[in-house]
């Protein structure tokens, strides 16, 4: 995803009418949709469905390829659970629920491709404003924030991680693929709550282990001056 889409797919700016549409009336119609999916009779009423969100998604300007690249992680997924459910229920029905699916996912896609992520945000604060009492808005904006730049830089480490492994013949090989992704993304995730913590946000980073009483250890970085005239 080196053109920085995430799980849905990068903003998009744009002057659409879906571009313009209050972010509200986006969010109704998303949820609309997942109602839409439980309520399906058919399969080819869940094509309509899908066909009038792919519709939305061609008025917002946003491009076959930009679909076609936000739909690649997820059609694997959907493949095997259309075959499952064919295989456990019938055809008919392992084809409404993949069609559902697929149609919750790609208006979600429409709907951060035609929303800023500062608004998506500004968003989120204001809804948990009424619950102040249990939660910080700004905490909650925050962990948004980092959701958002985190997804495309671990499928950018993916993506590099897998072509390593295929240069040294080792696609095929779960550790060779996992492995370097877990490790640079608890790497990731501790640069981003140090970076936050110097900032004043969020909980300090604590070493490995809590320094002793009466001061850090010796040489450590951070380590407070004792004035004590002794050589730096």
């Not at 204001?126 to 939660?135: N, Y």
């Not at 808005?137 to 295929?166: H, N, T």
């Not at 993304?185 to 936050?196: K, Q």
Request: net charge positive; charged share 15%; hydrophobic share 50%.
């Amino acid at each position: 995803m080196s053109r920085g889409d995430g799980l849905f797919g990068s903003y998009v700016q744009g002057t659409s009418v879906v571009h313009r549409a209050p972010l509200a009336a986006k969010f109704v119609a998303l949820l609309a949709v997942g109602v839409a999916t439980t309520l399906l009779p058919s399969w080819w009423t869940g094509c309509l469905l899908l066909a009038l969100v792919v519709g939305t998604h061609a008025l917002a300007g946003l491009g076959l390829g930009r679909l076609l690249r936000t739909m690649r992680p997820v059609l694997p997924v959907l493949v095997v659970l259309f075959a499952f459910q064919w295989w456990s229920q019938d055809a008919a029905m392992a084809a409404r629920l993949v069609l559902g699916i697929l149609a919750c996912y790609i208006a979600a896609g429409v709907v951060t491709g035609t929303t800023s992520p500062s608004a998506l945000i500004d968003a989120v604060v204001g809804a948990a404003r009424p619950l102040r009492r249990w939660l910080d808005p700004e905490a909650v904006g925050i962990a948004v924030a980092v959701m958002f730049r985190s997804i495309p830089w671990i499928a950018d480490a993916f993506g590099e991680v897998r072509e390593a492994a295929r240069a040294r013949g080792l696609e095929r090989n779960p550790r060779a693929l996992v492995l370097p992704v877990v490790i640079h993304t608890v790497g990731y995730a501790r640069a981003t709550g140090e970076a936050l913590a110097a900032r004043g946000l969020g909980d300090p980073v604590e070493g490995p282990q809590d320094a002793p009483a009466g001061g850090s250890r010796p040489g450590g970085p951070g380590a407070p001056s004792t004035n004590d005239g002794a050589p730096g």
